[in-house]
């Protein structure tokens, strides 16, 4: 099934402290997995992507943690800042045809208060 | 400005009319996607194309919608006889074909509000 399930849907935070969003995924045909950030009124923007051959990927303060056999991601955004105040979507994908096709979780509205 | 550019950025339709976005992908990207995103939603692949051959349809694309991409630049995205529930924002996006991951760069979105 092609279903991938997000969590929180909301998250408040202090800022310098950690945010942490959570995702499961049930085909296991999915190989890639792309974390977006979405500002209001702007497009997804690719954050972070991970493939389930490694276990956790670091870029700065955003690092994806990988479980393939619990058929579970997550995002974890050390030092958070205001500015990271967003919503972020996973996603889950497979080549379809011949390209990819995304599939989205619902989306974790990220609040950092200063 | 060379990201994916959509027009208009809003529209306000009444419910039966048609309506028509435009999108303009990155100039050498020859994969352009439409996706679909309600409020609270993440975004929902309804339709991609090679240059210009449509290659692929989700069931979410009904036959009130159609989409084309003639010469493999920019594409439209038409909805006829709109209703209540075609409001939303249609995002488009576009990748190169080459490479692993073919990485999506999104558009900003036209919201379509249908009254």
């Known amino acids: 099934q092609q279903q991938v399930k997000q969590s929180p849907q909301s998250l408040i935070v202090q800022k310098g402290g950690i945010s942490i969003i959570n995702c499961a995924y049930e085909?296991?045909?999915?190989?890639?997995f792309p974390w977006y950030q979405q500002f209001p009124g702007k497009g997804p923007a690719l954050l972070i992507a991970i493939r389930p051959d490694v276990s956790e990927k670091k870029e700065g303060r955003f690092t994806i943690s990988f479980n393939k056999s619990a058929k579970q991601f997550s995002l974890h955004i050390m030092d958070s800042q205001p500015g990271d105040s967003a919503t972020y979507f996973c996603?889950?994908?497979?080549?379809?045809?011949?390209?990819?096709?995304?599939?989205f979780g619902s989306g974790t509205q990220l609040t950092v208060l200063p | 400005d060379t990201g994916v550019s959509q027009d208009p950025r809003h529209k306000i339709t009444k419910r039966g009319q048609n309506v028509t976005f435009r999108c303009d992908p990155i100039s050498e990207h020859n994969r352009l996607y439409w996706y679909r995103q309600t409020l609270g939603q993440g975004p929902e692949f309804l339709t991609y194309?090679?240059?210009?051959?449509?290659?692929?349809k989700s069931r979410l694309l009904s036959d009130r919608f159609s989409a084309e991409r003639p010469k493999g630049s920019f594409s439209t995205l038409e909805i006829q006889r709109t209703e209540q529930g075609d409001s939303a924002m249609y995002l488009c996006?576009?990748?190169?074909?080459?490479?692993?991951?073919?990485?999506?760069?999104f558009g900003p979105g036209t919201r379509l509000t249908v009254l």
């Open positions: 996006a576009s990748s190169l074909a080459q490479g692993r991951d073919n990485e999506q760069f």
């Open positions: 085909n296991t045909a999915f190989d890639y």
């Open positions: 194309f090679q240059n210009e051959a449509q290659l692929e």
């Open positions: 996603a889950a994908s497979t080549i379809s045809g011949s390209a990819r096709q995304l599939t």
